[in-house]
Nanobody, 126 residues
Framework: QVQVVESGGGLVQAGGSLRLSCAAS?????????VGWFRQAPGKEREFVAV????????YYADSVKGRFTLSRDNAEKTVYLQMNSLKPEDTAVYYC??????????????????WGQGTQVTVSS
């Protein structure tokens, strides 16, 4: 069983930045997994934020974060990052890192990921 751990959440003012980190117990995590970020606000369903697929390394973002969030990998550190800039109050949510060993076609569906972290809270004040 692969353990996934997020970190880096916190409280920030609108317009500020945060960087979330995602690490896993498998040393091949950052290079051989499809890794996605999702978020869930109170009373809402979990929604897709960003993903980087294994194999082709294609990176995709939800329209709501495009141009503000950047997903990157550091293979040496075996960590995946989500850099979040120009944060808005509507970005407030628990952010989850999700991973899977396969090349996921429907990467915006949470059900397609096998491994999940515990989540990290991001709160953006207005």
């Amino acid at each position: 069983q692969v353990q996934v751990v997020e970190s880096g959440g916190g409280l920030v003012q609108a317009g500020g930045s945060l960087r979330l980190s995602c690490a896993a117990s498998d040393p091949a995590f950052s290079s051989r997994y499809t890794v996605g970020w999702f978020r869930q606000a109170p009373g809402k369903e979990r929604e897709f934020v960003a993903v980087q697929r294994r194999s082709d390394g294609g990176t995709y973002y939800a329209d709501s974060v495009k141009g503000r969030f950047t997903l990157s990998r550091d293979n040496a550190e075996k960590t995946v990052y989500l850099q979040m800039n120009s944060l808005k109050p509507e970005d407030t949510a628990v952010y989850y890192c999700a991973a899977d060993r396969s090349y996921i076609v429907n990467f915006d569906a949470p059900r397609n990921y096998d491994y999940w972290g515990q989540g990290t809270q991001v709160t953006v004040s207005s």
